[in-house]
């Protein structure tokens, strides 16, 4: 077994451990499912010391023949293998995911207290059905693994979200995402039909009309654009922040809207490289709209929540103008953007979560003079806003110069509109945090000190260390996405 299986199921495995321990012993439920999280973790980085970055090639390969499924309806999986494997693109996302998972862990340690083991159990099915995304090498098998990820998160919305909308926001979030893939399964189809394979290392080599192309782009565009999420499809992201726990939060943020750009980057690109260019028009378009459009909404926002929600939305349009840029700076600042955003943008919904832990509303209004009764809670948040405006010395400013550079070399104005979105970025980011930290106290609401445990500091230490190594030194990581990303232009020229 290679180590990209290894760490695909040992989640599962601790799903089965969970099935074995009695729902009343939560202590142990929570243990067994941190040390599952933990080591597949440690396992993800041995990924990342053993990559061999002079190379664009797939590694760690594992194979599973279709031949074992037989046959369903008359169709034959015989013909299907499918393959598992890791590049520069992956490798970063599959790390980022069990990072994130033993975080969604702690978070809850104290504050979930109904289906404590159902819980675990989503968030552990969850880690490895991301994982399984990131890395499948197979078109079909993508779109079953792309899609299965709705199904726990739905659940983790639906069951232990925070407020009385938790059930709206569930099926909006459900039905939103499920109904875009319908055209993606549909163009799977029709690829299958016409070269017999869903083998994406064939694909890769395969050539298509350019009529063709154009319809099969717009058809992975219609599921892909949802997910990141682009206007006018981002309604469903807002809602399900604010109705989701904090631990949702986190994964919806750091995760879940990367599957959007990532299947850009591994399909959409070097698949269909005429309609690429033709539609390049359009995805600079729709960001620089979404950019602006929800940089202004934000600060129009009183919940604390949608503001870093729709926030997200303008940092995620950011990375699509890069993806498009087409050139080796941009596509590898959005790569940084995304794992930098998977950072930052969780980390403020756990300092938020903080929040609402002790005081039980996200409401502006209530907070005010935060930074005299949580001076290192206040020291952590500005630290964070900082780097969601792309300060220099963190991760987004890294992600954000070379998508700016990129998008430069190709359209002078819209990389300027999209710079406009820095300047307003500043403006919301700043206003939160003066009216959170500073300001007079209001002693009917906030009127204890209630600083930081332990066990929120040792969770939100790794995000800032995190973001200061990308921000100083992204060498480590530039280096192990610069063979693939040249492979991936190379594709699609």
Partial sequence: MSLISTILF?????????????????????????????????????????????????????????????????????????????????????????????????????NIQAYVKEYCIAFLILESLMIAVFSVLDLLLFYVFFESVLIPMFVIIGVWGSRERKIRAAYQFFLYTLLGSVFMLLAILLIYFQTGTTDLEILYCSNFSETRQIFLWLAFFASFAVKVPMVPVHIWLPEAHVEAPTAGSVILAGILLKLGTYGFLRFSIPLFPFATFYFTPLIYTLSVIAIIYTSLTT?????????????????????????????????????????????????????????????????????????RTMPLFALLFVFFTMANISLPGTSSFIGEFLVLTGTYQNNSFVAMLAATGMVLGAAYALWLCNRLIYGVIKPHFINEWSDVTRREFWMLAPFVISIIWMGVYPEPFLDALHCSVSNLISHGM
């Fill in 10 to 110: 040992l989640p599962l495995v601790g799903v089965l451990i969970l099935f074995f321990v009695p729902n009343w012993k939560t202590q142990l439920i929570r243990r067994i499912a941190l040390n599952t999280s933990l080591l597949t973790f440690l396992m993800s980085l041995l990924l990342w010391i053993e990559f061999d970055s002079s190379t664009a090639r797939f590694q760690f390969l594992e194979t599973v023949a279709g031949s074992h499924f037989g046959e369903t309806a008359g169709f034959s999986f015989s013909s299907l293998n499918f393959l598992f494997g890791v590049d520069g693109i992956s490798l970063f996302f599959i790390i980022l995911t069990t990072f994130l998972i033993p975080i969604c862990i702690l978070v809850s340690w104290t």
């Fill in 299 to 371: 600060l129009r926002q009183i919940d604390l929540k949608k503001i870093i929600a729709y926030s997200s939305v303008a940092h995620m349009n950011f990375v699509t103008l890069g993806l498009f840029s087409l050139n080796t700076q941009g596509i590898e600042g959005s790569l940084l953007l995304m794992l930098s955003h998977g950072l930052v943008s969780p980390a403020l919904f756990l300092c938020i979560g903080i929040l609402y832990d002790r005081h039980k509303t996200r409401l502006l209004r209530y907070y005010a003079g935060c930074g």
